[in-house]
């Protein structure tokens, strides 16, 4: 079965690339750091440690080890979820902060890629498919303009526009301070409030490669011999576009979005610090500032690891899409 | 005149295929190749003068290019916060046609020498991209084998790690300063450079002529800078102009998140300045807007010049 | 009957560097049941023909003359007529099935859209047609799931001709349907075209530069140069007893093994095909003739009358130079 195998490997790939991820995670963090990761460890709760409890805190996160010593700590930590202490954070566990700032994240960029992929990818298609047309060259300059534009300055503008001058959107933040007063409907009416602004920043930061990546992988294929023979047959021009053109522009559109991936996480953190939006992003930015190398190791992680699970859906979207790969 | 045969007939024998010509004087070879070389560039020209987008970016990036070169040269004391003068924040008007910062610095001025800044981090950063990527791609194409294998595992490993989150940390360890920054863009941006430039390598590869060359003895040096690499330039050249635009967006994103070089002032700076002093709340739309329009009509210029290159570089999205 | 008749045809691409005139002026007739072949280089105009019968050219080529298909002129046709009457009328089998067929599609599903396109048929029936359209171009009817790279050059080919038997069309145009193929394998194809002709009793308008090929297949032949018409008639006699130039060394370029005119060496014929932007003046083919002589440069011929059934457009026919405008020269 060709398709059990390519799917077999590509999980095997991925699964290797992401044990050299966490190699070189320990190293940049632990190793190669500079300062000691024990001050690190303690310099949230700093003096009010104990020397006794200091030693507690370092064997317990095996710091006394050797360098092999540690990295197999590592391994078994970050596998059960002991991901170390925050130093800005006063020593809270990275484990809780992290997933308190794991949903907004989760909802904004599902949202905005969600969005930015369908309008760009229905733009692209109308554009090659009506190469030359008024819609076309429009489309083209605006989708070149957005994709020249640094995403956190388009969101400057817009904070600029929509709510420093018109007023209709909040300045910034996740929820409103008063959120625990509110029921339900007003609750997610609030977080939508907040969200908007941030979301519709990185919808339009991205239609642009969306756009350019179909609008091009059409072209292509419309120069296919294939689609002459489907227009020799008859076929109504609709279904040449669906059946035939799109169904194979497609797949170029998968693979080039796949890698985009990591920059649409780029964008999401500048976002988020613009908006002051609590999510990931906008932690990681604190994480900076404060060195907190702790957590910064996690959020590394979590990052990189969404990108090769990210790839390795497209790369299964892909099969599906094209029986060629599934041959072994 | 000659009198035909009144009907041609299967008898008569058809002529021999090519008549005898006399040889053409010997011309040395390298005059023939700098003859081909500039004929090519005409042949370019040509072609990239139809673009107008292209055009229009060469254009710009004259312009931005020219004002880099001017901000060398000038006056920068107006870029001292101890030494600023003018109203703090005050709208664009005759004396600030740019306006002024929340310390009461000319925007316009701090624009001009932000040019110089992010131009100069941008084709550095691109010229380690290129350098790196290019050498990893046409080893990796070229050799084959477990080499290729080799490389392309460590090439995906580069792709997979989300740029900004590994040249944060790389800058939070490393500290802030230009050398910093250049280096860590290079060495974010070339995986892509790479499988580029291998795709590229592996086609040329399999053309007849690098065949041929290699049946009569040509070593792999030979082969690599004779045959393979002036194939692979268009792409590469073509790829290098998008690779500044990615380079100079970069720089603004590391600089607004404060990773910047504090002795320098970029456009990334400047936003970061702005975003610290609220210019947004603020309603200070100068401040904001100035170096951000620049930021995007350069990013512009290059893409466009690339676009250009790339419809010239690859004949299939070449309208007819 | 006459199943398709082209008269003065003149095709012009419009492109970035002019216009380029592909087709200057052509007329071809093909009964029911007849076998026609179209010869010539690449870039004479042939395949040009071969699509514009069914409108297939890009949205701004000039076309004018008319294509009759059935009685009705196709270039008159609105888009909806036009739509029916592809491949109802007329189907093509194109070059290099590699490209031909979509790639991420069932090879049985892309014969069915033919049918479904133009008959209210259900899935189920249409795929019964699919199988036994198959097995009449000897594949086996289990191919319907196969995907396009799962089948071999000769096997595509056939998917080929059983899609184009679909709908059984009037004619068929096969536009070098053997040319990307292994010499083996392009002469089983030809065997089953032929045999499907017979059979089915088809038109067939066979285009290829492979004079040899249309020997076997054609009963008439008809050469083109230039975009232009230069020779036609019984293929057997074209190809024996050439009276054009050209044909002569097209005919000598293709051996026969056995024949015995081909002992000699065979020869080819010096220069290349003249860019259609710069058509040589009087006949073009003036400058690779062997036989040129004083009139060719001036003096465009059109097709004389060279006895049973026969024209061919050169001025060394006898009784050619007699009508030409201030006498012979």
Known sequence: ?328 | MQTPPLHVGAETPIGPIEEEAPLPPAVPPRRIRWARRRRAMRRFWKAYRQDAMGLAGLIILAFFIAVAIFAIFADTTGTEITKATGPRLSAPSLDYPLGTDDQGRSVLTLVIQGAKVSLLVGLSATAITMLIGSAVGLVAGFRGGWVDQLLMRFTDWGLVIPWLVLAISLASIFGQSLFVIILVIGLTTWPSTARLVRAQTLSVKERPYVERARALGASDWHLVTRHVLPNVMPVIMANTVLIVAIAILSETALSFLGLGDPFSISWGQILEQASNGAAATLGAWWWLGAPGVCIVLVVLAFTMIGFALDEIVNPKIRQR | MSVLSIRDLHITYRTQGGDVPAVRGVDLDIDRGEVLGLAGESGCGKSTIAAAILRLLPPKTGVEGEIILDGEDVLEMTPKRLRAVRWTGASIVFQGAMHALNPVRRVGNQIAEAITTHQQASEREAMVRVGSLLEQVGLPPRRIQDYPHELSGGQKQRVMIAMALACSPSVIIADEPTTALDVMVQAQVLALLKSLQRELGLALLFITHDLSVLVEVSDRLAVMYAGKIVEDGPARSVFEDPKHPYTRALAAAFPEIGNERFRRQPSGLGGDPPDPQAIPSGCPFHPRCPLVFEPCPTHVPRLFDAGAGRRAACLLLEGALATLPGGEG
């Open chain 1, 1 to 328: 079965m060709g398709t059990r195998q390519y799917v077999l490997r590509k999980i095997v790939q991925a699964f290797i690339t992401l044990v050299a991820i966490l190699i070189f995670n320990f190293f940049l963090f632990r190793v190669w750091s500079p300062g000691d990761p024990v001050s690190f460890l303690t310099r949230g709760q700093g003096a009010q440690l104990s020397v006794q409890e200091r030693q507690e805190l370092i064997h317990e996160y095996g710091l006394d080890k050797s360098t092999w010593g540690q990295f197999a700590e590592y391994l078994t930590d970050t596998f059960s979820g002991r991901l170390g202490v925050s130093s800005f954070y006063q020593g809270e566990p990275v484990r809780d902060v992290f997933f308190r700032f794991l949903p907004p994240t989760l909802l904004l960029v599902g949202v905005s890629t969600v969005l930015s992929m369908i309008i760009g990818v229905w733009m692209g298609i109308r554009s090659g498919w009506r190469r030359g047309s008024a819609f076309d060259r429009t489309s083209m300059i605006s989708s070149l303009v957005l994709y020249s534009m640094p995403e956190f300055w388009l969101g400057m503008l817009l904070l600029l526009l929509f709510s420093t001058t018109l007023q209709w959107f909040p300045v910034g933040g996740r929820i409103s301070t008063n959120v625990s007063e509110l029921g339900t409907v007003a609750y997610v009416l609030d977080v939508a409030n907040h969200l908007f602004l941030p979301a519709l920043t990185l919808t339009l930061a991205y239609i642009g490669e969306f756009y350019l990546v179909m609008r091009s992988s059409l072209l292509d294929v419309l120069g296919e011999d294939y689609i002459t023979t489907a227009r020799a047959k008859g076929v109504l021009e609709r279904y040449v576009l669906n059946r035939h053109a799109v169904r194979n522009a497609l797949l170029p559109t998968v693979t080039l979005v796949a890698l985009s991936f990591g920059y649409v996480i780029g964008g999401a953190i500048t976002v988020e610090v613009v908006f002051s939006y609590q999510g990931l992003g906008l932690l990681t930015y604190t994480a900076i500032l404060g060195k907190d190398y702790w957590l910064l190791q996690s959020l590394f992680l979590f990052f990189t690891a969404a990108v090769i699970v990210f790839n390795l859906l497209s790369d299964l979207v892909y099969a599906y899409l094209d029986p060629r790969v599934r041959e072994a």
